[in-house]
Nanobody
Framework: EVHLVESGGGLVQPGGSLRLSCAAS????????MSWVRQAPGKGPEWVSA????????YYADSVKGRFTISRDNAKNTLYLQMNGLKREDAAVYYC????????????WGQGTQVTVSS
């Protein structure tokens, strides 16, 4: 059974940075495409970024392109999201997920980590 645990969220001022981590277990992490998905209060889930199983190909939503960087360490079974230049509209609960978008049937999410952007 896929098990994902996110960490690294918190309160940051606009323009600040955070690095999210997602520890994976109970499945062969290095064979899965992985994604980050976020959900703001009162809104539906939004795909943010994805990375190929080997880490060589990355994808970004237009809203975060140039500010966020997804990466992974398959030896450590860990997925990362480096977020720079944070904006108030980036505030949400961030989830790591299996799959190219994390929004397809059968994709699994972690429990999420809260990111708050406020001065």
């Amino acid at each position: 059974e896929v098990h994902l645990v996110e960490s690294g969220g918190g309160l940051v001022q606009p323009g600040g940075s955070l690095r999210l981590s997602c520890a994976a277990s109970e499945f062969t992490f290095g064979t899965y495409v992985m994604s980050w998905v976020r959900q703001a209060p009162g809104k539906g889930p939004e795909w943010v970024s994805a990375i190929s199983s080997g880490g060589g190909i990355t994808y970004y939503a237009d809203s975060v392109k140039g500010r966020f960087t997804i990466s992974r360490d398959n030896a450590k079974n860990t997925l990362y999201l480096q977020m720079n230049g944070l904006k108030r509209e980036d505030a949400a609960v961030y989830y790591c997920a299996t799959g190219r978008t994390g929004l397809d049937q059968g994709n699994t999410w972690g429990q999420g980590t809260q990111v708050t952007v406020s001065s």
